[in-house]
């Protein structure tokens, strides 16, 4: 890590905790504060990448928010947490803020156990009002009625069922609660659905907006009156609220106090209402305008989802710095789904794709141009994506619901009850299962292998590259193969140049060898069998003969190839890119036991335990299964029963 120093501007030097905002600074020199803030964050991550847009979005409200509110006695809730680089620097992580997501550095997103100022830990989104909602019934039963919580919470992220679940809940309880709406109209792409459309319909509504700042004025005068007179005031704003804009009862509706929306730029302002909204007991919601990338200028101008994580920039000129390879790449998988599933439905008239929020992350956006009527971004909304695609199914199409192996954990009920029960044929698409790198646990697809595999009904497989990717797919799409189908396959580039390869059916539950060997038989699922074919080539070096499987699925075991290999091998290693804990190597230790073979057997995999964040390749390594930790365990393995006189 690079020891570079990075300078703070003359105002957020003298800031290392909220403190020293709220005793240092007047309301006045905030726009100062928030200037010095974002040029912090623009100077670092464009050397040392992360994510962008989000963060600049929220400088003022990050500001605002710490002046107003007494953190972290008061308790801020951050939803998915890629937008809170600004509160990490205001709370105490200003000087190791250069090393956020890189391996042992601090988190790039909130996280308990990294600050008392994080008070709930992020990733996934939507959770934010329920969370700060729990912290203050908790607060309330402790008798704490002057703790204050606030949910931050994106137009993207308002979109899934959790959030709603939360303002439902949170509308008949009486806390002081306070739900700031950042709206800037974009999740990582575009935000989608009606939500999008009613909220621009309330900022957009300029008789309404007229009228309210009025109100809003009066009950500023008002407030000075006492209670009542507030009361009486807030009953005529929200009778002229219902009356102006038809559609205004949403959050009302939910028993919630509306005030906004508000231009989320103006830290001023922007502070003074806050400061207002303390004093209002209850549930309260402060819709806030801004726009990701505010104040660099060609985020600004350019594609929001490209700034959304540019990676390391030229913060002079605004040039993405690739560092492109001379050699021609590999593709990644996301890509190779997203060509692949244009050239199935292509042929296929039944096939549509489904993505809860992630088109450009899926690569779904490929279909989602050429075929705009067959591809749906359905929002932040794992549960519904599944269940949609189920209802799909059952009329005769073929959905390929592609969802992040992690968000997956979030429609665990969808994929048994609505898909496997009835034997629906959803073919999910899992992206970046296994160690997903610089964003850490939260995003680790290490899980899907152990809980999808319990699952009756369900075929589970990954490929080994990229050609069986597409055989995969195009193997899941046929008529003849019954039933929900997974595919889980990584972040990241494969390993063939020439992928487009034409489609061929693989057998359901059947596996290959890729390399043959007599000492030890390595099995492997998916692409992190390339490390075993790495380490077994190595092996061959030091005369040890390796055979290296690619099993290909998981459901159903390819159980002819596990006769063959404990038939014939003492020493057997599994190799996956999930937790050990149930996953492959455990379904190939069941059906050893099952079948009374006493082969020795090491699974490699993730451990039981949370791995934090780094690159992918510092990842394997600390986990130990990468090809150099692969051949370190087949040279123990097989080492050491020769020594004790168990040759194999
Ligand atoms: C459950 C879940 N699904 C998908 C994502 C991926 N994701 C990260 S940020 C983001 C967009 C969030 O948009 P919004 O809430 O509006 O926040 P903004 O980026 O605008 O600050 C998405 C879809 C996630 N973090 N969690």
Redesign the pocket.
């Known amino acids: 890590m690079s020891d570079q120093v990075f300078q703070a501007g003359k105002f957020l030097s003298q800031i290392e905790h909220p403190k020293d905002l709220r005793d240092k600074f007047s309301v006045d020199q905030l726009p100062d504060v928030a200037d010095d803030l974002r040029d912090f964050i623009i100077d670092v991550v464009s050397k040392k990448g992360g994510h962008f847009?989000?963060s600049l979005?929220?400088v003022e409200m990050t500001v605002a928010l710490h002046y107003v509110f007494n953190t972290p006695y008061d308790r801020i809730a951050w939803?998915?947490g890629?937008?809170a680089y600004g509160h990490k620097i205001l709370t105490g992580r200003r000087s190791v803020f250069h090393t956020n997501r890189k391996y042992k550095g601090i988190s790039g997103f909130p996280k308990i156990k990294e600050s008392e100022y994080d008070n709930f830990g992020v990733?996934?989104?939507?959770t934010s009002i329920s969370a700060a909602l729990g912290m203050a019934v908790a607060s309330r039963s402790k008798g704490e009625l002057d703790r204050q919580h606030v949910a931050i919470?994106?137009?993207?992220?308002?979109t899934?069922g959790l959030a709603f679940e939360g303002l439902n809940h949170a509308g008949v309880e009486n806390t002081n609660l306070l739900v700031v709406l950042?709206d800037?109209c974009?999740?990582?792409d575009p935000?989608v659905g009606a939500l999008k459309e009613y909220l621009t319909d309330i900022t957009t509504s300029h008789t309404y907006n007229k009228v309210k700042d009025e109100v809003w004025h009066l009950l500023g005068k008002m407030s000075r009156f006492g209670t009542e007179a507030r009361d009486i005031v807030a009953k005529v704003e929200n009778g002229i609220k219902a009356a102006l804009l038809q559609d205004s009862n949403l959050f009302e509706s939910l028993n919630f106090r509306y005030f906004g929306p508000i231009d989320g730029h103006d830290v001023v302002h922007m502070a003074k209402v806050m400061e207002d909204l303390r004093k209002i007991p209850g549930p309260k919601i402060l819709h806030c305008i801004t726009k990701?990338g505010k104040g660099y200028a060609p985020a600004e101008a350019g594609s929001p989802t490209k700034w959304?994580a540019p990676g390391i920039f030229n913060k002079d000129t605004g040039e993405i710095i690739k560092v492109t390879p001379n050699d021609p790449q590999p593709p990644k998988y996301q890509d190779v789904f997203g060509h692949t599933i244009v050239e199935l439905a292509e042929k296929n008239e039944k096939i549509v794709g489904v993505t809860?929020?992630?088109p450009s992350?899926s690569s779904l956006n490929i279909m989602m141009k050429a075929m705009p009527d067959r591809a749906f971004d359905v929002g932040?909304a794992?549960q519904h994506a599944v269940t949609f695609s189920a209802g799909m199914a059952y009329q005769g199409l073929k959905p390929f619901c592609n969802i992040?192996s992690s968000?997956m954990q979030?429609a665990y009920d969808q994929v048994i009850h609505d898909v496997a029960i009835q034997e629906l044929s959803v073919i999910f698409c899992l992206d970046r299962a296994g160690l997903a790198g610089a964003d850490g646990p939260t995003h680790h697809g290490a899980y899907d292998i152990a809980y999808m595999r319990c699952i009756p009904n369900l075929i589970v497989s990954a490929p080994m590259n990229e050609e069986e990717l597409r055989n995969l797919m195009y193997t899941a799409q046929l008529d003849e193969t019954k039933g929900p189908f997974v595919i889980r396959y990584p972040r990241g580039q494969g390993v063939m140049l020439d992928w487009k390869t034409p489609f061929k059916k693989i057998a359901i539950g059947t596996g290959r060898k890729v390399k043959a060997g007599s000492d030890i038989a390595i099995l492997t699922i998916g692409h992190i069998g390339n490390e075993a074919l790495t380490a077994a080539e190595l092996l061959e070096k030091n005369d040890c003969s390796a055979a290296v499987y690619d099993m290909r699925f998981v459901k159903p075991l390819d159980e002819l190839m596990l006769h063959e290999i404990f038939g014939k091998y003492d020493h057997v290693i599994t190799v996956e890119d999930g937790c050990i804990q149930g996953g492959f190597g455990s379904a190939v230790i069941e059906f050893m036991v099952d079948n009374g073979y006493t082969s020795k057997v090491v699974r490699l995999g993730i451990p039981d335990r949370i791995v934090e964040h780094g690159s992918q390749e510092q990842l394997y390594v600390e986990c130990e299964y990468d090809a150099d930790s692969i051949v370190r365990e087949v040279i123990k393995m097989t080492s050491s029963t020769k020594s004790a006189g168990i040759a194999s």
């Not at 990733?123 to 939507?126: D, E, K, T, V």
């Not at 919470?153 to 308002?158: F, Q, V, Y």
């Open positions: 847009g989000a979005g929220v939803d998915v890629h937008q990733g996934h989104s939507s919470i994106g137009d993207g992220a308002m899934a950042n800037n974009m999740s990582i935000n990701k959304h809860p929020a992630m992350g932040i794992e992040y968000f979030r």
